[in-house]
């Protein structure tokens, strides 16, 4: 294969066609970037209900409120969506990870020696593919996580349908705050990310 001729310079001669493919494919992202971009979406709807207290007083009502049974309903409903943000993304994560290659091996223990004097540590898990099983972590997280941080925007946001009907503005708050502290207590963290897998599997991945 002849010499490759740039700006007057002959270069070396080699597999350019491959070379320069190579270089224009895109990298994916690393992890530290995946779980970045979580934290950027849980600061984003975070922040978001931090708005919705003010929402409820700047609706002007006109016809008074329903009568209480009404509310009651409402306040129902947004229990339960609190609820459900605590056990769906749970059994969405359980489901996504039923369907990953997580598979494991047995990886043999320290073996005692000069260096450590104590007995050899016993055979722990391992698994066979670390990079798939990380990745399946990830992506069964972002999908539970997101899915979690909407239902727990729902009591907030029934919140201002409660104003909205002409009930008190004072009464929305509540829901607003609880939406806050579900959110706020999903704030991503590497641990979170890979605990529901290595529980599931009992083997560790790197970190």
Known sequence: MGALVVGGYAAAPGPWPRACKLSSMATPPSYEQRLQSLRILWAAMFASTLFYPAVPFLIERGEPPPDAVLLIGLAGAAVASAMASVVVPGILRASALARADLATREAPGQVAG??????????????????????????????????????SETPALIGIVVASLG?????????????????????????????????????????
Not at 136 to 149: E, K, P, R, W
């Open 167 to 207: 009930y008190s503005p004072l009464l929305a708050i509540p829901f607003c705050v609880a939406s806050a502290a579900l959110i706020a207590v999903r704030f991503p963290t590497l641990e979170r990310v890979l605990a529901h897998v290595e529980r599931r599997t009992g083997a560790k991945l790197p970190r």
């Open 114 to 151: 000069a260096g450590n004097p104590f007995l050899g540590e016993a055979p722990r898990r391992a698994f066979v593919d670390p990079r798939a099983a990380m990745t399946a972590a990830f992506t069964s997280y972002q999908v539970a996580f997101l899915v979690g941080c909407a239902l």
